[in-house]
């Protein structure tokens, strides 16, 4: 199994960017796809999760109103746009597959790729 995220880089605060995560060696309409990110020094966080339709999705409060989760189960390939940037958004990005529906805890996926990086200039 292989999740390839892209589309990371440097933004100024205030900006947008789309996220991609290329998923290969799975079912990819049967899991849920979650997006998590992590800071420097800090733990792992959950951001947001789509299910397996992309008919429903979670998201972290800190991003409720900016971020939207997409996906194309045709092209086996989740999205994250994120709208509104801000320094705090700073982190590595990860998406990641689970077989358990809409789940916030990182222990419930499966397979995670190797992470994009994010950073927001103030």
């Known amino acids: 199994v292989q999740l390839q995220a892209s589309g990371g880089g440097l933004v100024q605060a205030g900006g947008s960017l789309r996220l991609s995560c290329a998923a290969s060696?799975?079912?990819?309409?049967?899991?849920?796809m979650g997006w998590f990110r992590q800071a420097p020094g800090k733990e792992r966080e959950f951001v947001t999760v789509i299910n397996s339709s992309g008919g429903s999705t979670r998201y972290a409060d800190s991003v409720k109103g900016r971020f939207t989760a997409s996906r194309d189960n045709a092209k086996n390939t989740v999205y994250l746009q994120m709208n509104s940037l801000k320094p705090e958004d700073t982190a590595v990005y990860y998406c990641?597959?689970?077989?358990?529906?809409?789940?916030?805890?990182?222990?419930?996926?499966?397979?995670w790729g190797q992470g994009t990086q994010v950073t927001v200039s103030s």
């Open positions: 060696g799975l079912t990819f309409s049967r899991y849920a």
């Open positions: 990641a597959a689970s077989r358990a529906a809409l789940t916030t805890t990182l222990r419930d996926y499966d397979y």
